[in-house]
T-cell receptor, first 111, second 116 residues
Framework: KNEVEQSPQNLTAQEGEFITINCSYS?????LHWLQQHPGGGIVSLFM???GKKKHGRLIATINIQEKHSSLHITASHPRDSAVYIC?????????????FGPGTRLSVLP | DTEVTQTPKHLVMGMTNKKSLKCEQH?????MYWYKQKAKKPPELMFV???????INESVPSRFSPECPNSSLLNLHLHALQPEDSALYLC???????????????FGSGTRLTVV
């Protein structure tokens, strides 16, 4: 069993739809990150969470530490949101120096 | 400056070549990382430098040689690579110190390496 799992693996949505991507993890963490990677591109950190909820523009991220679960929501999705969204956790071990990455969710938003 | 800058963006090299990838940040971060990412896979950690000292080497072959000349610069020296080493190489930095600190973890845009 992978330490970090995401669902769905692939997601196609119509422009304007509300999107949810889920992440569950099995290790103790110091922080959870949501990352965005466009095709062939580098990685952008969207959120870092250790508790609760954060909002930035049309993006909302939540985390439930007790349930070891996090969600990334995109409201009013747009084709430019098409990317791979990666959940990554910083383990409490090894002083949280490195990430454990989820497999990613490939999102395509159609016009 | 809140960026991690990687150069070159693209590199094609032969199996007998020696080349270097460069990563630079001026955010005062004291931890820097090299990741390797194959197509449609999450990044895999290669090396971590903490306060300019190599703290993690994830059993990377010796044909990859990291170097951290100062706190702002991280190099990855490449020699005698194989075609299967073709990948996107990502650099990242963070404030350092680990623990609950996660803010400021920043990735570069990567170097796409092709070994022919």
């Amino acid at each position: 069993k992978n330490e970090v799992e995401q669902s769905p693996q692939n997601l196609t949505a119509q422009e304007g739809e509300f999107i949810t991507i889920n992440c569950s993890y099995s290790v103790g963490i110091s922080a959870l990150h949501w990352l965005q990677q466009h095709p062939g591109g580098g990685i952008v950190s969207l959120f870092m969470l250790s508790s609760g909820k954060k909002k930035h523009g049309r993006l909302i991220a939540t985390i439930n530490i007790q349930e070891k679960h996090s969600s990334l929501h995109i409201t009013a999705s747009h084709p430019r949101d098409s990317a791979v969204y990666i959940c990554a956790v910083r383990s409490k071990d090894n002083y949280g120096q490195n990430f454990v990455f989820g497999p990613g969710t490939r999102l395509s938003v159609l016009p | 400056d809140t960026e991690v800058t990687q150069t070159p963006k693209h590199l094609v090299m032969g199996m007998t070549n020696k080349k270097s990838l460069k990563c630079e940040q001026h955010m005062g971060h004291r931890a820097m990382y090299w990741y390797k990412q194959k197509a449609k896979k999450p990044p895999e950690l290669m090396f971590v430098y903490s306060y300019e000292k190599l703290s993690i080497n994830e059993s990377v072959p010796s044909r990859f040689s990291p170097e951290c000349p100062n706190s702002s610069l991280l190099n990855l020296h490449l020699h005698a690579l194989q075609p299967e080493d073709s990948a996107l190489y990502l650099c990242a930095s963070s404030p350092g110190g680990g623990g609950r600190r996660g803010y400021g973890y920043t990735f570069g845009s990567g170097t796409r390496l092709t070994v022919v």
